[in-house]
Each structure stands twice: as structure tokens, then as C-alpha cells.
Nanobody
Framework: VQLQASGGGLVQPGGSLRLSCATS????????MSWYRQAPGKQREVVAT???????DYADSVKGRFTISRDNAKNTVDLQMNSLKPEDTAVYYC????????????WGQGTLVTVSS
């Protein structure tokens, strides 16, 4: 299983970015697809999660600003980030859990998002 995140970059406060995550090697169904982030000196934290049934959950810090979306046919997941703040600066990782092994979370390589003027 491989995940490839893209779309990071430098954006000014108040701006928007869209992250995308492509996958390969998927066998069986995906239980959930998520975006995590890790800021310098901080622990990795979950940003948003979407289940196969398209129920989504968000960290309080991004509710109302970020939107996660999933394409079940293509096994991809996107994260639309609006009204970005400097505290959103982090490396963002996409991840997933397969129904065939719910104990393991697969990770992509991360994409850097920098919010700065």
C-alpha cells in the first residue's frame, strides 16, 4: 500500500490550499482515510477523518475551515483548507486503515504547508 500526498506550499494567512492524496496497492475496502499534521516540536495530530460511508470528523481547531472529501472509486482523499492561519503550518500526512487489517494505519510521505506573510 502506498500513499502519495501533494499540494502543499507557502500561502499567506487567510489563503487556501488543497491537498490531495493518491493511493496504490489497495486490496479490499478502506475503513477510513485521514489527514494528520505535525508541526515543528509538536506531536502528530489528526486533522480530519472520513469513513467509507462519508461521515467526516474534524479537529476543533479546523472545524468550519477545512473540508475532507473522499473518492471511493479512486481511493483518493483531498483536504480543502480555507482561512489558513500561521498555526496551521505543519507537515501534513494522509493515512488510511484497511478493513483487512484494522490494527495498522498506512502513511504517506507528508507534504509541507507553510502559512506566513
Amino acid at each position: 500500500v502506498q500513499l502519495q500526498a501533494s499540494g502543499g506550499g507557502l500561502v499567506q494567512p487567510g489563503g487556501s490550499l488543497r491537498l490531495s492524496c493518491a493511493t496504490s496497492g489497495i486490496i479490499g475496502s478502506i475503513v477510513d482515510m485521514s489527514w494528520y499534521r505535525q508541526a515543528p516540536g509538536k506531536q502528530r495530530e489528526v486533522v480530519a477523518t472520513v469513513t467509507r460511508g462519508v461521515r467526516s470528523d474534524y479537529a476543533d481547531s479546523v472545524k468550519g475551515r477545512f473540508t475532507i472529501s473522499r473518492d471511493n472509486a479512486k481511493n483518493t482523499v483531498d483536504l480543502q483548507m480555507n482561512s489558513l492561519k500561521p498555526e496551521d503550518t505543519a507537515v501534513y500526512y494522509c493515512s488510511l486503515v484497511l478493513a483487512t487489517n484494522r490494527a495498522r494505519r498506512y502513511w504517506g510521505q507528508g507534504t509541507l504547508v507553510t502559512v506566513s506573510s
